[in-house]
């Protein structure tokens, strides 16, 4: 029913100075039952996006019951004491509206956008369920089998899902994020009702969670309403989470190669563990890869013609699963090898090489983009809520420009030199079954 988004963000937003030039003009507040609220008025169009993050993910399920977080998700959506199974989105959609939800590593987030007039609405449903969710047990053995074809249609015949697992597994070690958020299968089918609820009842609580509004509204309202439909609710313990700090293990540096018979050509991508939180590290990967005005783009694609596409990507929005990625798809399966040796090569040559004036036009290319970031509610309602709860402060997010101006040429070669000599990493080589005809 819902889907699970495995969101992967192209800016690294982490930052420490306040700037007097603001990306949202958002306002936060907290109730006296902790629940963290942010306004951000965007007078656009009569519209409204309602976001509510709670800080749980998959980091925090226990060995052997891994996919109880995406599960919850799902069947939050039914039913409480007041609203019968599956209703929960068809009032939204009856109201002009539309709702989804998200599972991560570390937070579960469920979001509405619909009319200004409408959204009491979505906030009295959300608070209800925050509470009282109350889970027919047909209904619950319908929604694990939903989560198990899940996993299988998105999973199990995805060649590239099954080789990503396989990575992931191996690059993060005794670390949380080694396993799928979706889960395992077998995990799956031995969780049970009280498992669910005992996590929903430890994990779903109001100092627990981060509240976003984005819409046409004022700041004034927002506060109005936040107290209306959640400052009655009492503040719980919170159980202390599994996640503290990643047991990553020791220093990795391996390949896969895996043949699958839906492939029809090779394809080749690297994962680090990369440090969280660097503007450096998206500089970087703009400059690599990230784009078909990149340097390895040019040089493989335009120049040499050995590659149909090469690509870079920094995500570095975790509480500790920063990942950097670089990937490419040969012309010629032959020149897979010699496509990965000018990969390492070029990497060191181009961060021994960097200009101050390619990293200055870099800069200025990441600060015009940030006006996109508000461009309506429900994206500006989705990237606050989503940085918040995995560990940003609203200070932070506000103040992207002026950070990024201070990342300077020492800066990018550092952290790019971090990624050559010392970071952990996995690559993955898929390719067809041999002896299939291409």
């Known amino acids: 029913m819902k889907k699970l988004f495995l969101m992967v963000f192209l800016c690294t937003i982490f930052v420490t100075n306040i700037s007097e030039a603001k990306i949202f003009n958002a306002t936060e507040f907290y109730l006296k039952n902790g629940l963290q609220v942010v306004i951000i008025p965007n007078h656009k169009a009569p519209i409204a996006t309602s976001m509510l993050c709670y800080k749980v993910g998959a980091i925090d399920e226990e060995s052997g019951k891994y996919g109880l977080a995406h599960l919850l ?10 609203i019968k199974d599956a209703e929960f989105s068809k009032i939204i959609a009856k109201f002009g509206g539309v709702d989804n939800a998200m599972t991560s590593y570390d937070y579960t987030c469920y979001h509405q956008s619909m009319s200004r007039e409408n959204l009491e609405l979505a906030l009295y449903m959300e608070a ?94 927002g506060k109005k309403i936040a107290n209306k439909y959640f400052g009655f609710k009492e503040n719980n313990k919170v159980e202390k989470r599994r ?17 699958h018979k839906l492939i029809q050509k090779n394809s080749w991508r690297r994962t680090y563990i990369a440090e969280k939180n660097s ?27 050995l590659a149909s596409e090469v690509y870079s990507y920094y995500n570095g929005v975790s509480l500790d699963g920063a990942r950097f990625v670089i990937g490419f798809t040969p012309n010629n399966d032959e020149d897979t090898e010699a496509i990965i040796n000018i990969i390492d090569e070029e990497i060191t040559n181009i961060t021994n090489n960097l200009t101050r004036k390619e990293i200055e036009q870099e800069k200025e290319k990441m600060i015009s983009g940030l006006v996109f970031l508000r461009d309506n509610p429900e994206s500006e309602a989705q990237n606050v809520a989503r940085l918040i709860v995995s560990g940003m402060s609203l200070e932070q997010i506000e103040s992207w420009e002026e950070d990024i101006k201070k990342v300077n040429m020492g800066d990018v070669k550092k952290v790019a030199n971090e990624l050559i000599n010392n970071a952990s990493f996995v690559s993955g080589l898929l390719m067809p079954e041999k002896g299939k005809d291409k």
């Open 73 to 82: 998700e799902h069947l939050m959506f039914k039913g409480t004491n007041k």
């Open 128 to 221: 209800d369920r925050m509470d009282n969710l109350n889970i027919p047990d047909d209904a619950f053995e319908k929604e694990k089998l939903v989560v198990i074809e899940e996993r299988f249609s998105r999973i199990k015949n995805n060649p590239q899902a099954i080789l990503e697992e396989k990575k992931q597994s191996l690059l993060w070690g005794n670390s949380p994020y080694a396993h799928p958020i979706s889960g395992r299968i077998e995990d799956i089918k031995n969780i049970t009702k009280k498992d669910i609820m005992d996590f929903y009842n430890r994990h779903y609580r109001i100092n627990n969670s981060v509240l976003v509004i984005a819409g046409d509204l004022e700041v004034e309202e």
């Open 243 to 259: 996640f503290e700090k990643s047991e990553k293990g020791n220093k990795v540096r391996a390949k896969i190669e895996m043949e």
């Open 279 to 305: 503007y450096a590290l998206d500089i970087f990967s703009n400059l690599l890869a990230g784009s078909s005005t990149s340097k390895l783009y040019k040089k493989l694609v335009k120049q040499d013609k």
